[in-house]
């Protein structure tokens, strides 16, 4: 967890967890809302739909949700396929995550995912780095040839996710619903690249690759 | 439907579940670099850029499909559009086209053909991985990477299919190379490969091999052995003999190996050369020390380097010029781990002995820019003669047709 990353850092966690819920919810709402409004421009459909949790720019600053700017646009568009199917169910956000995509036609699909390819790049996280930790992290992704698929700068292609930048506690628990069969990708191929990793070899991935930097 | 297939075990959740299932692959090794699936990957940069493809996850639109090329006298339409991940091709007794889905979908279709027009419902949803679907006597059986299903009667209750009898739950469930093909065969058995949990390993006597059931699920019998991912096979119309399509390892070059169509002659007894000898040419430069590809059967044809042959199937139609008579038609989806792309449907015909004479593209342009805008995956006959070919990246089935 980046808890200190959140703006709830002060609150009570189950109080924390009422509150992003309940934002969750408005969330919901305002995507029926918008849903009726199909020639809204795209800037508006994200401000109202996505950005009370992905964060304005798609830096999110919430906990376990995922910074999503300049995903690829074929990834975005599969995630979002698989949470309107009912696919990534689970947990909470996932829940609430699937009511949102229900809103959206194959159309919509498309549009949201080439939008969100427009947004920055998530910044590295902040504050100083654990250097050792940081090797261990880059020692496992060459281990396992992450950069094959997600680019030797972990900026992503076609449905392979971009990864630097992405919160640490939203990597960290990417991976494991990966190791654990809970999550399958566009093609089985996740699967079997954290096989056989340790939890601690996963945190390190994710410590890395929150904080990645051009070396 | 039975909700969510387990898909965890993969190689390392059958290294975790090792103790409860025997599984143990050979290279269970204990630092990252050493594991099973990261074997022989090159590190060159223009493999660097090679990934498994994946098809966006909406069906082009109808006017968008690909513009296919048949030879002379053959007509090729697209037959049905909008039908996402479109894979397995199966026919019902009155007239159904069943078609699967694998990764994206997750989905059962069953289209019927309403004076012209085709009407397309869902009748399995959610179910991963369900690439293996057969029809018989009735019944749509349905196989994901741990069961297979029966749907009984099921051209009778499109609209509300029944709850799936299970056949058995007793596969090895790896999502790797898991997804099935299935077959009933002449013999009343039903036919179910269980590919290698691997890119290259060698993996224990459930995996890598071709086996038939009854079709309650039991009497396992081994069909054949070191076929490392079938994903289309048929039997031939006169001899009753299983000839299968089997997708190679890859990494090892761009041009090798050369994906097989092998014919099986003594079932039960023959071993197909994974994880020791790849396309009857080549030794495996990690598990083939210390054999010879002489001590296995070589492929019936070579299919090119990495292309994926799929679904496969004997011409028997009256449609189709004489020549076609018992030719093969052959999916080939095309390869991801090769820079060049290319994909079609090849025809191989065969002399009285059953030897493959020659391979040729039938049904091509499936590649643009040398970019996929269409990978067929099945191949199937029509009553009239005609065939329909399942397009899982376009989400669509084209109907080939001679004559008129």
């Known amino acids: 967890m980046v808890a200190s990353e959140t703006p709830f850092r002060n609150v009570h966690p189950k109080a924390r967890r009422h509150t992003l819920l309940r934002r969750v919810l408005l969330t919901v709402a305002a995507a029926m809302i918008a849903g009726a409004a199909q020639a809204q421009d795209m800037t508006a459909r994200w401000q109202e739909m996505c950005a009370a949790c992905h964060g304005p720019a798609g830096r999110s600053e919430q906990a376990d949700v995922p910074s999503i700017g300049a995903q690829p646009v074929l990834f975005t568009a599969i995630q979002l396929f698989l949470f309107r199917e009912g696919r990534r169910t689970g947990t909470p956000l996932a829940d609430a995550m699937t009511e949102v995509a229900k809103q959206l036609n194959d159309s919509d699909l498309r549009s949201f995912a080439d939008f969100v390819a427009t947004l920055p790049p998530p910044p590295p996280e902040d504050g100083p780095v654990d250097e050792a930790k940081f090797r261990r992290g880059m020692d496992v992704a060459r281990a396992r040839r992450c950069e094959v698929c997600h680019n030797p700068d972990y900026s992503g292609r076609e449905q392979m996710a971009r990864l630097a930048g992405q919160r640490e506690d939203y990597l960290t628990k990417a991976l494991a619903d990966y190791k654990a069969g809970r999550r399958v990708g566009a093609q089985a191929a996740m699967l079997e690249a954290v096989a056989g990793l340790s939890d601690e070899q996963l945190g390190e991935l994710a410590y890395m690759l929150s904080r990645w930097r051009k070396q | ?404």
């Open chain 2, 1 to 404: 439907m039975s909700g969510r297939v387990h898909v965890g075990a993969s190689i390392a959740g059958a290294l975790i579940l090792s103790v409860m299932s025997g599984v143990v692959c050979a290279q269970q090794g204990t630092t990252p670099a050493e594991e099973p699936w990261a074997v022989g990957r090159p590190k060159a940069d223009a493999a660097l850029k090679l990934a498994p493809v994946a098809a966006f996850p909406v069906p082009t639109a109808p006017d968008k499909l690909p513009k296919l090329k048949v030879p002379a006298g053959f007509k090729v339409e697209v037959w049905a559009s909008g039908i996402l991940d479109a894979r397995s091709l199966r026919q019902g007794d009155k007239g159904t086209v069943f078609v699967s889905s694998l990764f994206v979908a997750s989905k059962v279709y069953a289209i019927t053909d309403k004076g012209g027009k085709r009407e397309v419902k869902t009748i399995v949803d959610k179910l991963e991985l369900a690439n293996g679907i057969e029809f018989y006597k009735g019944a749509l059986y349905v196989a994901t990477p741990k069961q297979i299903l029966r749907l009984d009667n099921i051209e009778a209750s499109l609209d509300s299919p029944p709850k799936p009898v299970l056949v058995t739950d007793k596969l090895p469930g790896d999502a790797h190379h898991g997804w099935k093909y299935l077959r009933v065969g002449p013999d009343g058995k039903l036919y179910v490969p269980v590919g290698a949990p691997c890119n290259i390993c060698n993996p224990d006597e459930r995996y890598a091999a071709i086996f038939r059931m009854n079709l309650d699920g039991s009497g396992v019998e081994t069909v054949a052995k070191g076929v490392r991912n079938t994903v289309g096979f048929d039997f031939h119309p006169v001899t009753k003999e299983l000839w299968f399509t089997d997708n190679q390892r890859d990494w090892l070059s761009e041009d090798m190996p050369v994906d097989e169509l092998n014919r099986i002659t003594a079932p039960g007894k023959q071993h197909f050369g994974f994880p020791f000898c790849h396309s009857g040419l080549m030794t495996d430069p990690e598990f083939g020390w210390g054999h010879t590809c002489d001590e296995f059967v070589k492929p019936a044809a070579l299919l090119g380097p990495h292309m994926a042959p799929l679904g496969m199937r004997f011409y028997t139609g009256k449609m189709f010029p004489q020549k076609y008579q018992g030719a093969i038609f052959i999916t080939r989806h095309g390869p991801w781990n090769r820079t060049k792309k290319d994909a079609d449907v090849a025809v191989a015909f065969l002399d009285k002995n059953g030897r493959v004479t020659s391979i040729e593209p039938f049904l091509t342009g499936f590649v643009a820019n040398n970019t996929y805008i269409g990978r067929p995956v099945d191949v199937m006959t029509m009553p009239d003669g005609s065939i329909l070919v399942s397009d899982d990246h376009a989400g669509a089935i084209y109907r080939v047709s001679y004559g008129r």
